[in-house]
């Protein structure tokens, strides 16, 4: 089984270049961070992975096996209902099925619901569960806890865990929250500048556990992103 | 407002038009305006000796063959004009011309062209229409989300999937559109070639009475008309709207 190879010499939209040299290399199963603020291309480098974008210079090489993608806004079919949102998608099993999982997200009484008539977590747990039902070998997601409350936030996080778990998917996540990319992936790449370029790729030192633990989480954030606060036990506001 | 008392409005305002007929019928020359209880006289005259159904009949099914005919053709067309830049670039000046040919010429056309014949008929009614139709569907296709084509693609729907659940759900509205605005132009299109070609079906009797001056029955035939279209409105398009539109919020 392989993981994911990058290698982006640069993607422009008429002439105005948007990303620059990008490249990186996961082994299967492993989970990658794209951390960034918003606008810089995170979106398009993602579209680049799905393979949805094929207007750029460059190759990428994709696992075997089926991608899925947990989208900014869920894209459900607003026709549908949660269940037979996953149930159309071919390979993903029936509406039994869908309704099962849907019941393991904690949807199950939502599942015969219209997307429109649920709340935003909601569609998005949905969207999650369309992804993990067709085993994916590649997931990306799509900054999954934007606009959410922050008790959705909670729940939200302990479901991606339990998504990439269940799969054992090669993961590429797009987020601009550092907090966020500790507490759920192994490698950290940041991207920068116009075109946007890696300026850092570092690798956790939190295993899959320790990252559960907010405190663990706090300490290399502050080591990673405010190497100028020495106060122990935190208080520097960022 | 309660629901019992919003479906009476309807009914107490076709009541005031009745009233207003009868008392038109009362001053003006009977011959000209017939009363109410004159034109129902004239219907059941009709149904007894003339065949008043089998002529709605017969304009009805020409109805539906070239309301179909026209959906299917003028839908296809639309969607690709919609879809493809190219081919409306290259033919959406025919479909100018088209909508703006008076359906009387095609009509006639038909008829010299195709022969005095029932496939001439329908063919004229249906022409009359595709444009409509084709024009309200292109509409609909260019407004086809890119988002959902994406998602649908990395999930690996296939083509009758994506069809089914991704891409008519969204035209859903546009056929609606395209089918109520359509039935109102072949039922009135329809009675003119008939008039011109045909030797049966509503057209030709309306013609037929015009000739020996009976109001009381061109009305009878009016008013079955109106009932029927109602109907269809009612019991098939408005329930179908509703049901297509059910997961709105």
Redesign the interface.
């Known amino acids: 089984m392989s993981g994911l190879r990058v290698a982006i010499r640069g993607r422009s939209f008429g002439d105005k270049s948007v990303l620059g040299e990008i490249g990186f290399d996961l082994e299967p199963g492993e989970r990658l961070a794209l951390l960034g603020p918003s606008g810089i291309g995170k979106s398009t480098l993602l579209g680049i992975i799905a393979g949805t974008d094929t207007g750029f210079e460059g190759t990428v090489t994709r696992p075997d096996g089926r991608i899925a993608v947990v989208f900014q806004t869920p894209r459900l079919l607003p026709w549908r209902t949660l269940a037979e949102n996953i149930a159309v998608v071919p390979g993903a099993g029936d509406l039994d099925r869908a309704r099962s999982l849907l019941a393991e997200v904690g949807l199950g009484e939502a599942c015969d619901m219209h997307p429109e008539r649920v709340s935003l977590g909601m569609q998005r747990r949905a969207a999650l569960v369309r992804a993990l039902a067709v085993d994916p070998a590649l997931l990306l997601l799509d900054e999954p806890l934007v606009s959410l409350d922050p008790q959705s936030v909670g729940a939200m996080r302990d479901l991606l865990t339990f998504a990439m778990d269940r799969t054992g998917a090669t993961v590429v996540m797009a987020t601009h929250d550092r907090r966020e990319a500790l507490a759920l992936t192994d490698r950290i790449v940041e991207l920068g500048g116009t075109p946007a370029r890696l300026v850092s790729d570092r690798k956790s030192p939190l295993g899959r556990d320790a990252r559960r633990d907010p405190r663990q989480v706090d300490d290399v954030y502050r080591e990673w992103f405010e190497p100028d606060s020495f106060e122990p036990g935190g208080g520097a506001a960022a | 407002m309660g629901t019992s008392t919003r479906g009476i409005w309807p009914a107490l305002s076709l009541l005031a038009l009745v009233a207003i007929w009868v008392g038109a019928a009362a001053v003006a020359d009977a011959e000209k305006l017939p009363g109410p209880v004159d034109v129902w006289r004239a219907l059941l005259a009709q149904v007894e000796t003339s065949g008043y159904f089998f002529h709605l009949g017969i304009t009805l099914a020409r109805v539906a063959a070239a309301f179909l005919i026209a959906m299917a053709i003028g839908s296809a067309i639309g969607i690709a004009l919609g879809v493809s830049d190219v081919a409306n670039r290259v033919f959406s000046g025919w479909l100018l011309l088209f909508l703006n040919l008076p359906a009387l010429v095609t009509i006639i056309l038909c008829y010299v062209w195709f022969g005095l014949n029932e496939a001439a008929a329908v063919t004229a009614v249906a022409i009359n229409k595709i444009p409509n139709v084709a024009v309200t569907l292109r509409e609909g296709a260019r407004a086809l989300s890119k988002?959902?084509a994406?998602?649908a693609?990395?999930?690996?729907?296939?083509f009758s999937?994506r069809l089914r659940?991704?891409i008519l759900?969204q035209l859903a509205p546009f056929f609606a559109v395209a089918a109520r605005n359509g039935l109102a132009l072949v039922w009135k299109i329809v009675l003119v070639v008939e008039l011109l070609g045909r030797s049966n079906g509503v057209g030709y009797q309306l013609y037929l009475y015009f000739q020996q001056w009976d109001v009381a029955t061109i009305l009878a035939y009016a008013l079955g008309f109106i009932v029927i279209v109602q109907a269809i409105e009612l019991a098939i398009l408005a329930r179908w709207e509703r049901y297509?539109n059910?997961?709105?919020?």
Do not use: K, S
Not at chain 2, 153 to 158: E, K, L, P, T
Not at chain 2, 246 to 249: M, P, Q, S
């Open positions: 988002d959902l994406e998602m693609a990395i999930y690996r729907f296939d999937t659940h991704v759900p297509a059910r997961w709105r919020r």
